[in-house]
């Protein structure tokens, strides 16, 4: 049992001194200045997957390349370090430098769109700040834009879509939140019409269209059901226009029968507001003419 465990206890420092000088081989590279050897370790690193510690001599060799040819390579094995490390913000950046400084290389096309393609990777959920989102739409259109022939114009295109689709379900369901809340504030009524109407006008092939035409209704309906009297009769009537336009683009709507409900809904309201309203006009001409005579 005793020479079992020195057997294991001499096995652990074995190894242990094995990785220790593998480490130490890497790290007196790494101090050196051997370029060319650094270089070529570099990519016989990177081929071999191990990203993190060819970005450690690929960031040593940009500096000590600066300005001669060698410097092109090394720009882009850089790039897709990072790229496989998946740090995309530095990625995209270092994409778009190799671009932007050669634009004649073989390799810009790539590197232009690897850029936009970052971005399209940081693009976050539709719930969240979609800053990125906007971004990687104009990164992949400018790709395509300068392009236009290029193999990866599908993808991109592709891309855009999913983000523009991103972008519809964010204005989407943040219209659909001001009608929830419509219950502890009536204002939010009226902010759901307009974050409606803002979506349709921005996203007009959206697949949200045709509900979103619909609670535009309802929501207007209930923005003039929790308005003050004198202001009823217009914001009703704008009800019955928004019905008007509902039933021209869907006569088949799924929603056609709700969307009547509250286009009756709304004209026997306006009715009664009418009457209403008249009948406090008669009133106060009424109390007028006898406080003259009093």
């Known amino acids: 049992m005793f020479k079992n465990k020195q057997l294991i206890a001499w096995s652990f420092i074995v190894l242990l001194t094995v990785s220790s000088g593998c480490k130490s081989k890497f790290e007196k590279l790494k101090a050196s200045n051997d370029t060319a050897k650094k270089y070529q370790e570099a990519i016989r690193l990177y081929n071999k997957k191990d990203y993190s510690k060819a970005q450690i001599l690929f960031d040593d060799l940009l500096q000590r390349y600066r300005g001669r040819s060698e410097a092109e390579d090394l720009s882009y094995y850089s790039a897709f370090t990072n790229y496989k490390l998946k740090d995309y913000t530095t990625a995209r950046y270092l994409f778009k430098v190799f671009a932007d400084t050669y634009p004649s290389s073989a ?27 906007l971004k990687a739409i104009d990164a992949l259109q400018l790709f395509i834009n300068l392009y236009p022939k290029s193999t990866r114009v599908a993808e991109a295109s592709k891309y855009i879509d999913d983000l523009r689709n991103k972008l519809e379900t964010k204005a989407y369901t943040l219209a659909k939140q001001y009608l929830d809340m419509g219950g502890y504030d009536p204002q939010n009524y009226r902010s759901a019409v307009i974050a409606f109407k803002n979506a349709l006008r921005d996203y007009p092939d959206t697949k949200y269209g045709e509900e979103m035409e619909f609670l535009t209704i309802k929501a207007q309906y209930l923005f003039a059901k929790n308005s003050l009297e004198t202001k009823q009769e217009e914001r009703f009537d704008e009800v019955l226009s928004q019905y008007s336009e509902f039933t021209d683009k869907y006569p088949q709507s799924t929603y056609m029968k709700d969307a009547t409900d509250y286009k009756k809904d709304a004209e026997r309201d306006m009715a009664n507001v009418k009457k209403l309203l008249a009948q406090q006009e008669m009133t106060y001409k009424a109390d007028s003419a006898s406080a003259k005579k009093n």
Request: net charge negative; charged share 30%.
């Open 107 to 133: 390799r810009a096309e790539e590197c232009r769109y690897m850029s936009a393609y970052c971005y399209y990777l940081e693009s976050p959920k539709y719930s969240l700040d979609q800053d990125n989102t």
